[in-house]
């Protein structure tokens, strides 16, 4: 375990938060390297157990946690990296990792990004529009380059998870539909600066059911067959991400079963499957580290007022998500229940609702499972200075992105002179 109790206190890998937190204060993000790792060679694993002689292709969703300090320990390992950003590409490159593994997906990319995704000889830019096409073949042409791409298909399955999280319906924003996929395909290969590479689609995020994993992989497949029969062949199938993890009481099925679940539907076609996965890789293997201010007892509830809050953390204000939060060091104290919050101006500036702890103020609590969209999805509201982040390895602490300073929240202001 790369979190867990040793000699009564709460520990990352070798090292206990009691430490940390000492070294680097609080709030604090804490990942464990050896969590990470592993849950990456679980899916190098699942791909050699289901299906040995496909080629893979495991891509890094960027997105979930973006330090280089992540991005370098992946790339290390060979992963490559699904990317959403010009920004998200730098970070890849600054990280050491191989461009020529790199997808891009999303909605909006700019002119700009895509001509630094076409210099950058990146794998493949996922596609989403006719529009996006016709900007990549004219950008292409005037670099004198091909760009391989695939298109973003929506498949139109109910990934059943939250709405805020789900990506492959109808009405949704991502993607080209089904409908529309074959024509776009054949309007992409008939053009001499565009290079049809793959099919992508991604269904939603924190699936917990390979079932819509499945159907959409069967849709996709079904479109490359007849793709084929056009005389368009693809190099690759990208099925996205979005396996879920264990927050709570969740029991997302295992890497290997989605692995297992997505070679299935490939079955005998022979193109490399790309997954990119996000939370699976970093998702339990971070913890926000946070100290105690106040216990402060009402009458209706009793709360702890903690010193991280929503800005930190956004994923229980923003989706109702649910984080564990343990006490670092039980006080001792008889249990009680406790509404964990911060000290933000927003009555949704909560990481945990009745939970049962044993605390006094000045204790340590570990949120839990905030490796993925944690730090990422921070911001300075409440002109609070980001929190740090530290990676543990056995027994060492490396600091890897240090606390802000309120100094530089506003450096880059000024003030008119009328
Ligand atoms: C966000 C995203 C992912 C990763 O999602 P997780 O739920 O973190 O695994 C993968 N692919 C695409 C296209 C994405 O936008």
Same mark, same amino acid.
């Given at each position: 375990m790369s979190f867990a109790y040793r000699d009564g206190v709460y520990c990352a890998e070798g090292l206990s938060l009691e430490v940390v937190a000492q070294r680097y204060g609080t709030p604090c993000y804490v990942y464990s390297r050896a969590a990470i790792e592993s849950a990456y060679r679980e899916f190098e694993q699942a791909f050699a157990v289901a299906d040995p002689h496909r080629r893979a292709l495991i891509c890094y969703s960027v997105k979930a946690n973006s330090n280089l300090a992540v991005l370098s320990l992946l790339a290390r390992l060979g992963a490559g990296f699904d990317i959403v950003s010009g920004g998200e590409l730098a970070r890849v490159r600054a990280a050491g990792g191989d461009l020529r593994k790199v997808v891009f997906s999303g909605v909006g990319k700019t002119e700009a990004e895509i001509v630094q995704a076409l210099e950058a000889g990146i794998l493949c830019l996922n596609l989403e529009s006719g529009e996006e096409l016709e900007r990549t073949d004219a950008i292409a042409r005037r670099l004198g380059l091909r760009a391989a791409v695939a298109f973003r298909v929506?498949?139109?399955?109910?990934? =059943?998870? /939250?709405p805020y999280i789900s990506? @492959? /319906?109808?009405?949704? =924003?991502?993607?080209?539909?089904y409908a529309e996929a074959e024509r776009l395909y054949r309007d992409a290969a008939a053009r001499p600066n565009i290079e049809v590479a793959g099919v992508g689609c991604h269904i939603g995020s924190? /699936?917990?059911?390979p079932a819509p994993l499945a159907d959409a992989a069967r849709r996709i497949v079904a479109l490359a067959e007849r793709l084929e029969r056009h005389g368009i062949a693809l190099r690759h199938v990208d099925l996205g991400g979005g396996f879920g993890i264990r927050y709570n009481h969740e029991s997302p099925p295992s890497i290997g079963i989605f692995i297992a679940t997505l070679c299935g539907a490939l079955g005998a076609r022979r193109e490399t499957l790309i997954v990119d996965p996000g939370r699976a890789i970093v998702g339990n293997a971070g913890v926000l580290l946070t100290r105690i201010e106040y216990v402060k007892r009402g009458e209706a509830r009793n709360f702890a007022?903690?010193?991280?809050a929503m800005n930190d953390l956004l994923r229980p204000a923003l989706y109702q998500a649910w984080h564990e939060v343990v006490a670092v060091?039980?006080?001792?104290?008889a249990i009680d229940s406790y509404d964990v919050v911060g000290p933000v101006c927003e009555t949704a500036d909560f990481l945990g609702k009745e939970r049962k702890l044993s605390i006094v103020s000045g204790g340590l609590l570990a949120i839990r499972s905030? @490796?993925?969209?944690g730090m990422a999805m921070s911001s300075n509201y409440n002109s609070r200075p980001r929190c740090p982040e530290v990676v543990v390895s056995g027994a060492r602490a490396e600091l890897v992105r240090p606390r802000e300073h309120v100094e530089e929240l506003y450096s880059q202001e000024s003030i008119p002179a009328w």
């Amino acid at each position: 375990m790369s979190f867990a109790y040793r000699d009564g206190v709460y520990c990352a890998e070798g090292l206990s938060l009691e430490v940390v937190a000492q070294r680097y204060g609080t709030p604090c993000y804490v990942y464990s390297r050896a969590a990470i790792e592993s849950a990456y060679r679980e899916f190098e694993q699942a791909f050699a157990v289901a299906d040995p002689h496909r080629r893979a292709l495991i891509c890094y969703s960027v997105k979930a946690n973006s330090n280089l300090a992540v991005l370098s320990l992946l790339a290390r390992l060979g992963a490559g990296f699904d990317i959403v950003s010009g920004g998200e590409l730098a970070r890849v490159r600054a990280a050491g990792g191989d461009l020529r593994k790199v997808v891009f997906s999303g909605v909006g990319k700019t002119e700009a990004e895509i001509v630094q995704a076409l210099e950058a000889g990146i794998l493949c830019l996922n596609l989403e529009s006719g529009e996006e096409l016709e900007r990549t073949d004219a950008i292409a042409r005037r670099l004198g380059l091909r760009a391989a791409v695939a298109f973003r298909v929506n498949p139109d399955v109910d990934a =059943k998870t /939250l709405p805020y999280i789900s990506t @492959g /319906l109808k009405q949704n =924003k991502f993607g080209v539909s089904y409908a529309e996929a074959e024509r776009l395909y054949r309007d992409a290969a008939a053009r001499p600066n565009i290079e049809v590479a793959g099919v992508g689609c991604h269904i939603g995020s924190q /699936l917990t059911d390979p079932a819509p994993l499945a159907d959409a992989a069967r849709r996709i497949v079904a479109l490359a067959e007849r793709l084929e029969r056009h005389g368009i062949a693809l190099r690759h199938v990208d099925l996205g991400g979005g396996f879920g993890i264990r927050y709570n009481h969740e029991s997302p099925p295992s890497i290997g079963i989605f692995i297992a679940t997505l070679c299935g539907a490939l079955g005998a076609r022979r193109e490399t499957l790309i997954v990119d996965p996000g939370r699976a890789i970093v998702g339990n293997a971070g913890v926000l580290l946070t100290r105690i201010e106040y216990v402060k007892r009402g009458e209706a509830r009793n709360f702890a007022v903690v010193d991280a809050a929503m800005n930190d953390l956004l994923r229980p204000a923003l989706y109702q998500a649910w984080h564990e939060v343990v006490a670092v060091r039980p006080a001792g104290v008889a249990i009680d229940s406790y509404d964990v919050v911060g000290p933000v101006c927003e009555t949704a500036d909560f990481l945990g609702k009745e939970r049962k702890l044993s605390i006094v103020s000045g204790g340590l609590l570990a949120i839990r499972s905030a @490796g993925a969209y944690g730090m990422a999805m921070s911001s300075n509201y409440n002109s609070r200075p980001r929190c740090p982040e530290v990676v543990v390895s056995g027994a060492r602490a490396e600091l890897v992105r240090p606390r802000e300073h309120v100094e530089e929240l506003y450096s880059q202001e000024s003030i008119p002179a009328w």
